[in-house]
């Protein structure tokens, strides 16, 4: 049943939020109430106004006419843009904008150091403020350490302390809410408990969490409310009780999650990749072989070394010890590299998808053909641009890119969309094997049966794929075969006529 906003209680009260580009309405007439300690799931497809909506939350964007965001009883519409300590509202997301070579200190403090005599920085007194700020999130660490030294979930919460520390600056504020645009993308499964148990202790001292995500089984958890947005517009405000992943999809998609998993490619049977005494990073010995046809699972607890295989087969961690053989050809993996994998036909597509897979500064073109551009070339040196768009054009045509366009950045793309330009890059140079990392991390329901569809169509025309991930239900329907990994070798397979969502987790927790 869809709850009714109630203005005399809320922390914040978002009304007729509305924003068009060019003429095209992105967002159009959301209303929607926050109440004062709750923690609620802000849900949709990529491309549904989740991103539209915070931008203009954060005052990046401005509304269009009509629109009214309150924090409390203040008005704040016209002034978005002027930051957490004046309106209330803090914004942590998922890049988490943190500078790897500076401390936590400098990076929490960088723009309002305390001075004294002489502009000096009091660096005991911001040593004590810092230390104050962490232990609000419960992070016991020295304020001198460097970003770098930090977990994934270590530094998650040093972005919500500072956030926390932005609003507590409005001191006359009553009402203060946080905003968490997919903070759970990198973390591990202890790193979200881990997280959500900071939330949860804010919400009890009355901060209200706005929680974005496309993990809908978090939204479950953790969330009391889920508001659902779908082409623009809010189609529901639901409270989670009694709700099912289903349920939700249904809501954000406008139909039944029909066939969200394709059919089951049967392995063609031609070995293709053969691992035997691999030892690098995380992983002390791994044996294992792959088949055409064949999509192969790991997966493991943080620093089981499952999560690093794809990297190690790919070149792209070094290995120190072990052979490959691809194809019949024997390689020691110590020798193997990037580059010499990619000529023997086995590439990579890592999870982190700004910072490794993709450049989101370069056109859509320019991401697709990066490590085939010398297959466009004549005379060894110039590029045959007509050759090159027809190309990517036929890509973005079977992989369903939108916009269908080859020259926009790929920073424009919706999350989903960017996957598929990513993986449609690999396609291009038919890949004996294709090796991926989270594959469909940050990607909502919609794309990510896209992203399977495609997966196993390339399975079916003879290439080995290779997935490390937590995803169990994807990895039980998906795959030929599952490896569990645990202090660096492979400790159970499962095969596919015992493979279960329930049964892998099972495995993963039972050492």
């Not at 959301?30 to 989740?50: F, M, P, Y």
Request: glycine share 8%; proline share 4%; net charge negative.
């Amino acid at each position: 049943m869809t709850q009714q906003l109630d203005a005399t209680t809320a922390a914040v009260r978002v009304r007729n939020v509305s924003k068009s580009f060019s003429g095209i309405t992105v967002l159009s007439d959301v209303s929607l109430d926050i109440q004062r300690g709750e923690i609620v799931a802000l849900i949709g497809q990529n491309g549904s106004g989740k991103s539209t909506l915070i931008k203009v939350l954060s005052g990046f964007h401005a509304p269009d006419e009509g629109a009214e965001v309150y924090v409390g009883e203040r008005d704040i519409t016209h002034s978005l843009d002027e930051g957490p300590s004046s309106t209330g509202l803090a914004f942590i997301h998922q890049d988490l904008a943190l500078i790897d070579s500076l401390t936590i200190l400098e990076n929490l403090r960088i723009k309002q150091f305390a001075t004294g005599l002489g502009h000096r920085i009091m660096w005991k007194t911001e040593e004590q403020e810092v230390r104050r700020i962490l232990s609000i999130v419960g992070l016991d660490v020295s304020p001198r350490t460097k970003v770098a030294n930090l977990t994934v979930t270590e530094r998650a919460l040093v972005v919500i302390a500072r956030g926390l520390a932005d609003i507590e600056a409005g001191e006359s504020l009553k009402s203060r809410l946080l905003v968490l645009d997919e903070p759970t993308a990198y973390l591990p499964k202890s790193g979200v408990e881990r997280l959500f148990s900071v939330l949860r202790r804010l919400s009890q001292e009355g901060i209200s969490v706005l929680f974005v995500s496309h993990r809908l089984d978090e939204v479950l958890e953790y969330c009391s409310r889920a508001v659902i947005l779908r082409a623009g517009r809010l189609v529901a405000d639901i409270s989670t009780e009694n709700q099912t992943e289903r349920d939700l999809i249904k809501l954000m998609l406008g139909r039944p999650p029909e066939d969200m998993y394709p059919d089951y490619a049967e392995p063609i049977g031609t070995p293709v990749l053969k691992i035997v005494g691999l030892v690098g990073e995380e992983v002390t010995d791994a044996n294992f072989i792959g088949n055409a046809g064949e999509i192969v699972g790991f997966v493991g607890l943080p620093g089981s070394g499952y999560d690093k295989i794809p990297y190690l087969i790919a070149g792209a961690l070094p290995a120190s010890a072990g052979w490959m053989e691809i194809r019949g050809e024997l390689i020691e993996a110590s020798t193997l590299t990037s580059r010499k994998a990619i000529d023997k036909g086995i590439v990579l597509l890592p999870a982190d998808r700004k910072g490794s897979s993709g450049a989101t500064t370069l056109k859509v073109i320019e991401n697709m053909t990066i490590p085939s551009i010398s297959s466009f070339t004549r005379f060894g040196k110039l590029i045959h641009h007509r050759r090159e768009r027809s190309a990517v054009n036929e890509q973005i045509e079977h992989f369903g890119v939108s916009p269908q366009r080859s020259d926009v950045l790929l920073s424009k793309l919706s999350g989903g969309n960017q996957q598929k330009v990513l993986i449609s890059k690999w396609v291009i140079g038919r890949p004996s094997v294709l090796a991926l990392h989270e594959p469909t991390q940050g990607v909502d329901v919609g794309a990510k049966r896209d992203v399977f569809h495609h997966l196993t169509t390339l399975a079916k025309g003879g290439a080995l794929i290779v997935v490390s991930s937590v995803e169990y239900d994807d990895l039980a329907n998906l795959c030929t075969r599952v490896h569990v990994m645990s202090d660096g070798i492979i400790v159970r397979t499962i095969e596919r006529d015992e493979l279960d969502a329930h049964e892998l987790a099972a495995a993963v927790y039972a050492r």
